[in-house]
Nanobody, 124 residues
Framework: QVQLVESGGRLVQAGDSLRLSCAAS????????MGWFRRAPGKEREFVAA????????SYADSVKGRFTISRDNAKNTVYLQMNSLKPEDTAVYYC?????????????????WGQGTQVTVSS
């Protein structure tokens, strides 16, 4: 089992950059694929980015491709989401999630463990 705690969310202006962190506790962090999802006000939770357990495979939502980068440091049990050129439509609660499925995926039902979320607000 793994526990996840996100941090780094705050109020920023459009065009700014922000890095979210997700610290994992528990055993065998390197055995989990990791993902970031977000939920905007009044909307369903949506996929943002995913990273395989060894860091070799990444996947991004079209809406963030080229602006966001997911990475991990298995020695620190931490996954990051670097967000550049932020837009007001990126405003949401961002969640990190861990998956022990064989293949890294973009669907939330493939993820077993979730953090509590961190709020990102982008003003225009």
């Amino acid at each position: 089992q793994v526990q996840l705690v996100e941090s780094g969310g705050r109020l920023v202006q459009a065009g700014d950059s922000l890095r979210l962190s997700c610290a994992a506790s528990g055993r065998s962090f390197s055995r989990y694929h990791m993902g970031w999802f977000r939920r905007a006000p009044g909307k369903e939770r949506e996929f943002v980015a995913a990273l395989s357990r060894n860091g070799g495979i990444t996947s991004y939502a079209d809406s963030v491709k080229g602006r966001f980068t997911i990475s991990r440091d298995n020695a620190k049990n931490t996954v990051y989401l670097q967000m550049n050129s932020l837009k007001p439509e990126d405003t949401a609660v961002y969640y990190c999630a861990a998956s022990n499925q064989p293949i890294v995926g973009v669907s939330s039902d493939r993820y077993n463990y979730w953090g509590q979320g961190t709020q990102v607000t982008v003003s225009s």
